[in-house]
């Protein structure tokens, strides 16, 4: 198992340059979110699918779009860059939890990006 | 709305035992969740309490008291591995969001 992967790695991007920062996973988990990192902060959850073809805005959506039409990938969009979106970029994704406590969420590598 | 109190740095030697608090106020709740994050890396999952009480795996314990919307990670005999950034998370709105704190920082010296 791959587990959670993210391309690309590094990215730098002029200000309105538009581009798709992609997730993946094999694990067939349900649930996928975004967030974002900014230097010595915590993550803030941009959005997020409970599945495929459901998706939802978390605390900071604007600038951002996404879209689920796998189990496997949940792409983020920028539409239209800004420096305040420089950031790390993690994905991560989980399995349902219906009835049980465990509730571990699996980060990809991230994607750290720097807008000009 | 949501929001998370943690100490933003914790300094302890080699072999000793540190807490690290984290308090919360949410308008849903569902769990407590604790992540670890090296620099550069990404966050990795430590423990999870739905429920009151004590979590124990291995050298790192979490604790939950949802009356006092309060919870911490006990972490014991201190490696210099164990540097790094420590994060609590709510897990709310029936299980399909989180909202993490903004982490505490742990040094551990020789």
């Known amino acids: 198992n791959a587990g959670v992967t993210q391309t690309p790695k590094f990215q730098v991007l002029k200000t309105g340059q538009s581009m798709t920062l992609q997730c993946a996973q094999d694990m067939n988990h349900e649930y996928m979110s975004w967030y974002r990192q900014d230097p010595g902060m915590g993550l803030r959850l941009i959005h997020y699918?409970?599945?495929?073809?459901?998706?939802d805005q978390g605390e900071v959506p604007n600038g951002y779009n996404v879209s689920r039409s796998t189990t496997e990938d949940f792409p983020l969009r920028l539409l239209s860059a800004a420096p305040s979106q420089t950031s790390v970029y993690f994905c991560?994704?989980?399995?349902?939890?219906?009835?049980?406590?465990?509730?571990?969420?699996?980060f990809g590598p991230g994607t750290r990006l720097t807008v000009l | 709305g949501q929001s998370l109190e943690q100490p933003s740095e914790v300094t302890a030697v080699e072999g000793a035992i540190v807490q690290i608090n984290c308090t919360y106020q949410t308008s849903g709740f569902y769990g407590l969740s604790w992540y670890q994050q090296h620099d550069g890396g990404a966050p990795t999952f430590l423990s999870y309490?739905?429920?009151?009480g004590l979590e124990e795996t291995g050298r790192f314990s979490s604790f939950l008291s949802r009356s006092d919307s309060y919870g911490y990670l006990l972490l014991q005999e201190l490696q210099m591995k164990d540097s790094a950034s420590y994060f609590c998370?709510?897990?709310?709105?029936?299980?399909?969001?989180?909202?993490f704190g903004p982490g505490t920082r742990l040094s551990v010296l020789p």
């Open positions: 998370a709510v897990v709310g709105n029936y299980g399909q969001n989180f909202v």
């Open positions: 991560a994704s989980r399995a349902r939890d219906v009835a049980g406590p465990y509730n571990e969420q699996f």
């Open positions: 309490n739905a429920l009151d």
């Open positions: 699918s409970v599945g495929a073809g459901i998706t």
